[in-house]
């Protein structure tokens, strides 16, 4: 059973910058897309950014429109470890950070990710 950790999160001042780290284990890891969500308190889970996981596609990357232009992801298939790299971070970014894995062909619903880390918390102070 595969199992997602994150790593990274915490405390910065607006305008900062944070790196995410999740790696994958537990068995063989191939998914569609692997990225990232976040969730408020009381919030529907939101979609932050996935990469496409087989690098023999080329790798495409989406964005959600909130973070597009500060965030970058990446992937490294050789470790099965996904990045979050946040620059120019917004006290609107606080959130919890969930790295997760879909084997379907459809980034954008929550429901059809087969795998979620724990999560790790983000907070941007103002």
């Known amino acids: 059973q595969v199992q997602l950790l994150e790593s990274g999160g915490g405390l910065v001042q607006a305008g900062g910058s944070l790196r995410l780290s999740c790696e994958a284990s537990?068995?063989?890891?191939?998914?569609?897309?692997a990225g990232w969500w976040r969730q408020n308190v009381g919030k529907e889970k939101e979609f932050v950014s996935v990469?496409?996981?087989?690098?023999?596609?080329?790798?495409?990357?989406y964005y959600g429109d909130s973070v597009r232009g500060r965030f970058t992801i990446s992937r490294d298939n050789a470790k099965n470890m996904v990045y979050l790299q946040m620059n120019s971070l917004e006290p609107e970014d606080t959130a919890v950070y969930y790295c997760?894995?879909?084997?379907?062909?459809?980034?954008?619903?929550?429901?059809?990710?087969?795998?979620w880390g724990q999560g790790t918390q983000v907070t941007v102070s103002p």
């Open positions: 997760a894995a879909s084997y379907y062909p459809d980034y954008a619903q929550a429901p059809l990710y087969d795998f």
């Open positions: 537990g068995g063989t890891f191939n998914p569609y897309y």
């Open positions: 990469v496409r996981w087989d690098p023999w596609k080329g790798g495409a990357t």
